[in-house]
């Protein structure tokens, strides 16, 4: 195949070649068309994105701001053909849009108008030679699409970002291990406890006992609605393995109901450290940990 | 003073045997460790044994067998025993996996171990707040 | 200047290092059109070579243009390459024990099992592959012939090759006895089929036939292996401590919480535990799952006298060791989803899965 191959290889090396320097001087071309009429592009844009009753979370000054970097990034990534730099952007713009209740819609949709507005303004600058404007489209058209690509694929990461942010923080509120003295930890249920999160508030749980050395558990439960056979489950295993890290545990704020939950799953209540409410909790992990109790209620001492 | 190559070691220290677990156990070396164990507390007389687990990797229910056997074996020479360094994700994994009999005496570390030890061995059994499983 | 060497020859001389800057490009163009790894590196090589032999006669600028026109026409005329490349695969074993004093012998006999080989396979398979292996016709005509697509053709070959693996292996094996369920599963092995694999239920049968086992030796080391899946022998003791570490490295690789490492673990130790006391071994395989979710899946097969009452051995407390009884229930705790299945007399599978939380 040598003698032959290399014959053809020199044709359609010249005809790649050539294929690439058309590209190469048009989107130079473009790029300085679009700074040329920057101003006149955006603000058609502008009068268009409100007309269409995107983004009206913003206000007029703060869109100009916005609308004025998305078109040089949008017109930098024409030009450099690399879409980091508007990545960080359309990122950095979600973060903060994200919380004013900006939806996904509004920012794709605000993209592909710039799209199109830049698009017919193509049009008409190349409208008398057709193969040329061809070109151009074929040009741009990837490009622009690449860029609603990137913007759309940054917005919808950074909402999901911080969606997870919030859950996690929530979580963390609802499960606080609270040192209150040394060696003793209080941990409030407050809220539904599905099974993730009883498991979530397992490990912390545990993880905290180890940190703060802590010997007495008060687990306090009122705040607790309700909780099913899967969640009393769990809360008898995490008294369990605190007990195997050397914590006991103490339970305040047993309803009747949960009580009963308990007893159906098999637990044996006589085997748990239940007391009526946290106050007493707390005096008897005092008495576990062999302080001296100054206020005695009941039998507590 | 020890079991083979390094597995396990066990210290005397005073009437206290405190042996360690240095790396995983397969069944036959956890045997082989609750041989020697048990055969030390009988030539020492100690009074208490302390066994620290925080290198093992998992506590199954071969482990938690045998750490129970030497509890109640250590128990019948005249020794308390109790067990320490159990890590948070192996003290979950252990009661997930249903471990729910046995009452091997528990405490976070080594420490902890020694004043349990001290509580329990010096002013017998009513002083003691230590934890188990039970 | 052979085609195992070009770097170092690269560096040589000035319009030689112009080439060697083009290695990425060339890489990337040809990585991105051809899948199989060895082919496409067999591509670059010989293009780089050419590039080399023609530096001279290259005009500047134009010779990243001509290279990937270059790799481009060595691409098209792949399957004169692969013909090259496919002829040494197929052969998967190196019989050729070095400087051998029986090697004429060996070759002998290498070409007896080739030839024997070749009879066992369907007339249909041996006409294609003859067709295409060794008088070069490619797929294309050949599909023209037969009236189908090349890509079909590409698929019967792919069979065909995978067959010939295994007769051939086979013919190395004169005078052993295969079983009905011998053939299916090296050929599924051979095509490299997972799903086929599983049909046939290939892990299996590895347990239960020697033969099979030692001839799947040669037919996997030639696939790729997934790193997403490693296997673990059970026979003793040891094995359950390697077992259970193993499957935490490998669900480490998903970011599980520390506690689900622990939990995976103890649930493998445990059911690798009852391989080892009820059955003469048995082997432990861990993959990751990316669907529905992603996961780790932990398979356990022995080839043990089968569990009379899976329903039983799932309570707890039952127990026909001194444990506590434990072991399956246990593990069914620990784990996200557990499947028992046993046939008396030919041993337990226990597959277990547990999800990664995510969020």
Redesign the interface.
Known sequence: MDENSGIDTRTEADFLTHDAQVDEELLPQLVAHLREHRSRLREEWASRIQEAHLLHAMTPQEMAVETKSVYDNYVEVLETGSVEALQDYARDLSERIIPRGVETQEVVGIVLLLRDVLARSLFEKYQRDFGLLNRVLDAYEPAANRIANTVAVSFVDERERIIRQQQDAIRELSTPVLPVRERLLILPIIGVLDSERARQLTEQLLAGIRTHRAKVVVMDITGAPDVDETVANHLVQTVDASRLMGASVIITGLSPKIAQTLVTIGVDLSKMNTIGDLQGGLEEAERLLGYTVSRQVGSAG | MDTGPALVSILRQGSYLIASVHTALDDSQMVRFQQDLIEQIGQHRSRGVIIDVAALDVLDSFGSKTLRNISEMARLRGATTVIVGIQPDVAFAMVALGMSTGSVPTALDLEEGLAYLHDRVHTGPSAVTGSSLS | MSAGQPADALSESGSQSDVAALVPVIRRFVHSRVSNEAVADDIVQETLVRMLA?AGRVEPG?VE??A???A??LIA?MW?EQERHRRNQHRIVDLRSPESPDEGLLQQEDKGAVAEALERLSERDRRTLMAHEVAGQDTQSLAGELGVTAGAVAAQLNRSRARLRVEYLLALEPGTALTDRCRPVLFALSGGDRRRQREVDAARHLLECDLCEKLSQPLLERGQRSDGEVRIRIRA??D??LA??TA?EVAARLEF???D???I???V??IA?NV?RFTDGGEVVVELLEEPRRGVRIVARDTGPGIADVEAALV?GYSTYH??G??L???R??MDEFAVVSEMGRGTTVTMTKWR?E?
Do not use: F, H
Request: proline share 5%.
């Open positions: 023609a134009m243009p001509y990937i026109i270059t481009r026409n005329s004169k003791d040891a359950i401590v259970r570490q935490r919480s520390r506690t490492l622990t939990v673990a103890t649930a130790s445990e535990r080892v707890d444990g506590l434990l072991g229930p246990g593990a705790r620990l939380q969020g």
